[in-house]
C-alpha cells in the first residue's frame, strides 16, 4: 500500500504517545459512519487522562434515527503508567494494523457486538497543515489532533440480528493537554460526498474572541486548505440544544468554493458528564447535499451557554 503524505504529523503519530506532564493530559481516539444502505449510524470513543487515573468510553448505534445502543462511561479506573492498555479497556479493542491506514474495531458487549475494518482513503489532515494550534499550555505544549477519511467494512450484531456493514466514514486521534479552557463554542462539518468530493471545516471561538478555522476541500485527487467559511445555522425549536440546519459556505486558499447544506441524524448529547469539561457538547452524524450529492459525516457542536449558541459564524485567515 502507497504511504500517504504527512503535513504537520510525524511518523510516529498513529501510535501512542508519552504522557506529558498537564493534569488533564488526553489521549483519544474517535471512529464513527452512517451507512445508509442499512440505516445504521455508529459513533464510538475511547479516551485516557493518564495523570488523573482516569478513562472514558462512549458508543452510540442508531438504527433509522432512533437509539438502539448506547453506552457512556466517564470515569474508569485505569494505571497511570498505563501503556498500550490504553487501547483495550471496557468493551472496545482497539488494533493499529498500519498506521494512516488500517485499524480493527472489535466491540463486545451484552447487547452489541461488532468487528470493523477501517482502511484509509486519503492522507491524514492534521490542524498543522492549516499552520493553526488550538491551545497551549503555559509551557508551550500544544494539542495534536489530526482526522482521517476512509472506508468502513465488517459487522456489528445488535440484540442477536447481525448486520453487515459497507460505508464511508471517518475517524481522528488525538493526544496532548485536553482541558480545552479557553473554548466558548464551536461547529465541525465533515462530508464526505464520495471520495473524489469531501468537506472539512472546524470554526472555533474562544473566550477572548478570537476565533479559528480549519479545514480543507478535497477535490478530485487534490487537498487544499480552507482560506474562509460562512455557517448560517439554523436551532431546532423543539430542541434547544441541537441544530436543525446548517448551511455553509467554504472557500479554499485557491479561490474554489464549495456549498453545502447539512441535518443532523441521531444526535448525542454527552454535555457535563466530561470531568474536565463544563460545556454543552454534542455530536452527531448528518446527511449533507452538495451539487445534487448527498453524503453523510459528522456534525458536532459545542456551546458554553445558550447565549453563546452561534446563528452565523464567518471568518477568513
Given at each position: ?44 470513543y475511547q479516551g485516557v487522562f493518564p495523570n488523573r487515573g ?119 486521534h488525538m493526544w496532548g493537554w485536553g482541558a480545552r479552557t ?129 446563528d452565523l459564524l464567518q471568518f477568513t485567515i
Amino acid at each position: 500500500m502507497a504511504r500517504f503524505p504527512l503535513i504537520g504529523i510525524e511518523e510516529n503519530a498513529d501510535s501512542i504517545h508519552p504522557v506529558g506532564p498537564e493534569e488533564w493530559w488526553r489521549e483519544a481516539w474517535y471512529f464513527e459512519f452512517f451507512d445508509p444502505s442499512v440505516g445504521i449510524q455508529f459513533q464510538v470513543y475511547q479516551g485516557v487522562f493518564p495523570n488523573r487515573g482516569v478513562a472514558d468510553l462512549t458508543c452510540y448505534v442508531f438504527e433509522g434515527g432512533n437509539v438502539r445502543y448506547r453506552f457512556m462511561k466517564m470515569d474508569y479506573t485505569i494505571p497511570r503508567d498505563i501503556g498500550s492498555e490504553r487501547l483495550c479497556f471496557g468493551p472496545l479493542k482497539l488494533d493499529l494494523i498500519e498506521p494512516f491506514h488500517r485499524w480493527r474495531l472489535r466491540y463486545d458487549s451484552s447487547e452489541l457486538q461488532g468487528d470493523l475494518l477501517f482502511e484509509a482513503l486519503h492522507a491524514p489532515y492534521s490542524w498543522a497543515e492549516s499552520r493553526l494550534w488550538m491551545e497551549r499550555t503555559r509551557s508551550g505544549e500544544q494539542s495534536r489532533h489530526f482526522d482521517q477519511m476512509g472506508q468502513y467494512r465488517g459487522w456489528i450484531c445488535l440484540d442477536g440480528e447481525q448486520i453487515e456493514i459497507s460505508a464511508l466514514g471517518m475517524r481522528d486521534h488525538m493526544w496532548g493537554w485536553g482541558a480545552r479552557t479557553q473554548l466558548r463554542s464551536y461547529i465541525i462539518l465533515w462530508s464526505p460526498f464520495s471520495p473524489d468530493l469531501v468537506t472539512n471545516a472546524a470554526l472555533f471561538t474562544f473566550i477572548d474572541g478570537r476565533q479559528q478555522l480549519y479545514g480543507y476541500v478535497h477535490q478530485g485527487a487534490s487537498r487544499t486548505v480552507l482560506q474562509s467559511a460562512r455557517l448560517d445555522i439554523t436551532w431546532s425549536e423543539r430542541r434547544w440544544k441541537s441544530i436543525e440546519i446548517v448551511r455553509a459556505l467554504l472557500t479554499d486558499i485557491r479561490g474554489r468554493s464549495v456549498e453545502l447544506r447539512g441535518r443532523p441524524l441521531g444526535i448525542i448529547d454527552t454535555s457535563h458528564w466530561w470531568l474536565h469539561r463544563h460545556d454543552h457538547m454534542l455530536f452527531s452524524m448528518a446527511e449533507y447535499e452538495c451539487r445534487g450529492l448527498k453524503g453523510y459525516g459528522c456534525l458536532n457542536w459545542s456551546f458554553r451557554t445558550v447565549d453563546d449558541r452561534p446563528d452565523l459564524l464567518q471568518f477568513t485567515i
